[in-house]
């Protein structure tokens, strides 16, 4: 069985949006109604493969904490 899922991709656009905005990963988490934790939004940054429904509360605090509207194809590349 050869499993060749990669699970690290490199930086992420959220990156990228969350320093635009001038935001660290404690505003999402603090502005996250949902269980968000540091070490979620650090993965999103860092490019680890997310689950769907992490990349839901990242985009959900995002929007947030940002005050617009983004979609998930606009935070991750894969």
């Not at 930086?11 to 905005?21: G, S, W």
């Not at 990349?55 to 605090?61: D, H």
Request: aromatic share 6%; charged share 25%.
């Amino acid at each position: 069985m050869n499993n060749t899922t990669e699970y690290d991709l490199g930086p992420q656009p959220v990156a990228k949006l969350i320093a635009e905005h001038g935001l660290k990963p404690n505003s999402l988490v603090s502005s996250s109604t949902e269980q968000l934790t540091h070490k979620m939004v650090s993965r999103a940054v860092r490019g680890r493969r997310l689950t769907p429904n992490i990349q839901r509360k990242v985009l959900n605090a995002l929007n947030k904490a940002a005050g617009r509207q983004y979609r998930l194809k606009d935070l991750f590349n894969y």
